[in-house]
C-alpha cells in the first residue's frame, strides 16, 4: 500500500524542509512505499522552491503550486486531487505532526480501517505549547460536535487524518474552502459509515512563523459545515452511504476478532474514540 501525505504550505519556507526531510527519514526506516506532496498555497516566500531543492534527491518528493484561491481547505482539496497514493495522510507543514504518528496511521490503514483520527486529548495524545486561549476554544467545539453527532471522537478539528482512496472518492464533492475542512472530511466519513480507528497522537507547537487558522474568521464557517453534515445524516435517508453499510454498524472494528497494532493509550478491538 502506498500512503500519499498531502502538505498545505503557505509562506512555511523556514519549517518545510525539515518536514519534509523527517517524513523521508521516518518512512524509509519503516520501509513504508510513500509519496510526500506539498502543495504551495500562493506562498511568496520561496517555500516551493525550499522542496523543490529536495525533490531532486527522492522522486517520491514534489511540490505543486495550487491553481486554487488561497485558502487551507482549497490547498488540501488540490492535493487530493493530485495525490497518487492507495491511502492519504493531512499533515501540518509546521512540524506540529509526529512522523511516528505517521507511520502508526500507515499500520492501522494496513489492518484494514478506512480512516485513521488521530487525538491529541485522550489517553496517551499529548500537546506541547498550546495556547491556552486556542485550547479553550478546542475544547468546547470539540464537546459541542461530540455531543452533536454521539461519536465519542474528542479532536475531530484536528487536521492530522488519514483516509483510504476510496473514502475521499465518496466524500465528494468536498465544500469547504477553509479549515473547517479538517471537520468536513471525517465527519462527512462517520454518517456515511466508514469504519475508522482513534489513536493518540503528540502535538507541537510551530517554532517558526505564525499560525494561519484566523478563529474569529472561522466560527460561523465551521458551523455552516457540521450543521451541513448533521443534516445529511439525519434527513437524506443514508443516499450518500457506503453501499454495504448496515444500520447500527458505524462503529465497529475494520476487522472483528484480532488485535489492533497499536501501541500504549491506542484503543484495541474497537471502533471510536476516548
Known amino acids: 500500500m502506498k500512503l500519499s501525505l498531502v502538505i498545505p504550505a503557505h509562506n512555511e519556507a523556514q519549517s518545510i524542509g525539515e518536514t519534509v526531510q523527517t517524513l523521508r527519514s521516518e518512512l524509509l526506516r519503516e520501509e513504508i512505499d510513500y509519496e510526500i506532496l506539498v502543495i504551495d498555497d500562493s506562498s511568496s516566500d520561496g517555500t516551493g522552491d525550499v522542496v523543490i531543492n529536495i ?69 496517551g495524545g499529548t500537546t506541547h505549547d498550546y495556547p491556552l486561549g486556542k485550547l479553550i476554544i478546542n475544547r468546547i467545539v470539540n464537546a459541542w460536535i461530540r455531543v452533536l453527532f454521539r461519536h465519542g471522537y474528542n479532536d475531530t478539528t ?94 465497529r472494528p475494520a476487522m472483528k476478532g484480532h488485535g489492533l497494532p497499536a501501541r500504549d493509550g491506542a484503543e484495541r478491538g474497537a471502533v471510536g474514540g476516548p
Open 55 to 123: 525533490a531532486p534527491g527522492d522522486p517520491n518528493v514534489r511540490c505543486e503550486r495550487s491553481t486554487n484561491p488561497p485558502g487551507f481547505g482549497h490547498a488540501v482539496r488540490a492535493g487530493l486531487e493530485l495525490y497518487t497514493g492507495d491511502a492519504v495522510a493531512i499533515v501540518m507543514a509546521d512540524l506540529s505532526d509526529s512522523p511516528t504518528d505517521v507511520v502508526h496511521y500507515y499500520r492501522m490503514l494496513e489492518y484494514g480501517y478506512d480512516c485513521v483520527f488521530g487525538t491529541r486529548f485522550g489517553l
Open 158 to 251: 484536528n487536521a492530522f487524518k488519514a483516509y483510504r482512496r476510496d473514502v475521499i472518492d465518496q466524500l465528494q464533492p468536498l465544500l469547504s474552502n477553509h479549515f473547517n475542512l479538517t471537520v468536513e472530511l471525517p465527519l462527512k466519513a462517520i454518517v456515511r459509515g466508514f469504519s475508522y480507528a482513534v489513536v493518540p497522537v503528540s502535538w507541537t507547537n510551530r517554532r517558526h512563523g505564525e499560525s494561519k487558522l484566523r478563529l474569529q474568521e472561522m466560527g460561523s464557517r465551521y458551523l455552516f459545515i457540521v450543521l451541513y453534515v448533521w443534516l445529511e445524516d439525519h434527513l437524506s435517508r443514508g443516499d450518500y452511504r457506503r453501499p454495504d453499510f448496515e444500520l447500527g454498524d458505524r462503529r
